[in-house]
């Protein structure tokens, strides 16, 4: 076990806080209430990332730092796309087509035994979650998990967390962290999850400034049309993914966006009635 003070972290957030290591790692220090289980889960699927072949930070072991439990990653050196787009706002097609075609390059990927072994599948993912949201009564439950099962399978990569600020981009290209959120599964809900992160931050309240809004709708707008020209078709199916996912993302508790959530899961009984 290491002890000592490792100076300011890089990065803070919900799970972890990100320190520099050495020898071209960082560490990500999780914090007490974190489970040394879902420690080891996100390690496990990191690897599995990373034997994928995808562009992703390598991993390296589980540690423990003054009675803490963290996980060291290659340490990766240049400013999230979201970071770039702050600095760089005239810059935002060419962003969102970049988000579109790394998007795409994962969903290009056919998923290794191991990658399957190892990565829980979509629908189920999905499922439990609906059923762990506790905002949404229980007839829109009920008819999301009904639209749900409805849903073609599919068995890709999906990233399951996919936007902006998870994409790195260095010298060498762009990197896609933080992948807990893995599942093997359709794309089309995953392109829909990027959908539902990237319109909630504006209508939830996320992003009080209106320019900044108009902004972020300009940027999923041309992320969506440039997808769909690199993996053409799906479009029905894609809108057909987000009331189900908008379900799913309840259950994450985030109060400030349970609201607009509950509308869009709503829209599942306008696609079950078309069924």
């Known amino acids: 076990m290491a002890q000592g003070p490792l100076g300011k972290p890089l990065a803070r957030g919900r799970t972890a806080d990100v320190y520099a290591w050495e020898d071209g790692w960082v560490l990500k220090l999780f914090h007490d209430w974190f489970s040394r289980q879902d420690i080891e889960y996100e390690a496990r699927i990191a690897r599995a990332v990373q034997a ?4 992703v930070p390598h991993v390296g072991d589980l540690i423990q730092v003054n009675g803490r439990d963290g996980l060291l990653y290659e340490r990766v050196n240049g400013p999230s796309m979201l970071q770039a787009l702050q600095r760089r706002p005239w810059r935002v097609l060419r962003y969102a087509r970049r988000l579109s075609a ?39 439950r009920s008819a999301v998990l009904v639209a749900l099962q409805a849903m073609p ?21 762009a990197v896609i962290i933080d992948w ?43 992320y969506i049309h440039h997808y769909f020209r690199l993996r053409p078709g799906g479009m029905e199916e894609y809108h057909r993914w987000l009331p189900i996912v908008a379900a799913a993302r309840l259950s994450e508790g985030m109060p400030e966006l349970e609201a607009w959530l509950i509308r869009q899961a709503e829209r ?8």
């Open 52 to 55: 994928s072949g995808l562009p």
């Open 180 to 222: 807990i959120d893995a599942t093997c599964g359709n794309p089309l809900a995953d392109v829909a999850r990027t959908s539902v992160i990237l319109l909630g931050a504006v209508e939830g309240g996320q992003i009080p400034s209106p320019f900044m809004r108009a902004f972020v709708r300009l940027f999923h707008g041309r």
């Open 102 to 140: 790394l998007q795409a390059q994962i969903h290009a990927q056919t998923p290794a035994p191991a990658f399957r072994a190892d990565v829980p599948a979509q629908r189920e993912k999905l499922t439990r979650k609906v059923h762990q949201a506790a905002a949404p009564p229980a007839r829109l």
């Open 268 to 275: 599942v009984d306008g696609w079950n009635a078309a069924s």
């Open 153 to 173: 399978e599919a068995s890709r990569i999906c990233h399951g967390d996919f936007h902006p600020g998870n994409v790195l981009l260095t010298a060498e290209g």
